[in-house]
């Protein structure tokens, strides 16, 4: 008797899903161990957002660890994981914009479009 598992889906594949659905396209990146999805407008298949142009970072963290990892290319399945999303606007300035438990990517996609679809001064 042979037993198969499922592959676990990697958080930029469960993420890059979800921000389909609103027809939002997200680009990987990454820097020091650390990988991240960039979402921004225009929506451009094959290219990071240019410097200059609003965006979104979007990734999962462990806010009780010790380690100060955010990633998108393991699965979110520690019982702690929350994905963050991070604005960043024209001029470069971060600014949170949600942070809440895996379970609830829902809720940061609808953030991450009101977000990118909102008019800005």
């Known amino acids: ?33 650390n990988s991240w999805l960039v979402i921004g407008l225009p929506q451009d298949a094959d290219a990071l957002p240019s410097m200059g142009v609003p965006h979104v970072v979007l990734y999962v963290f462990d806010p009780f660890s010790d380690e100060d990892e955010v990633m998108v290319d393991r699965a979110p399945t520690g019982p702690s994981d929350h994905w963050c999303a991070v604005s960043v606007d024209s001029k470069g300035v971060q600014r949170p914009l949600i942070t809440r438990p ?13 977000w990118l679809t909102s008019p800005r001064a």
Not at 3 to 13: G, L, R, Y
Not at 102 to 114: E, H, M, R, S
Request: glycine fraction near 6%; charged fraction near 15%.
């Open 1 to 33: 008797m042979s037993s198969s598992t499922a592959p676990i889906d990697t958080a930029e594949h469960v993420a890059t899903q979800a921000l389909a659905k609103w027809g939002l396209s997200a680009h990987t990146d990454d820097d020091a161990g």
């Open 102 to 114: 895996v379970a609830q990517l829902t809720g940061c996609v609808d953030a991450i479009a009101d």
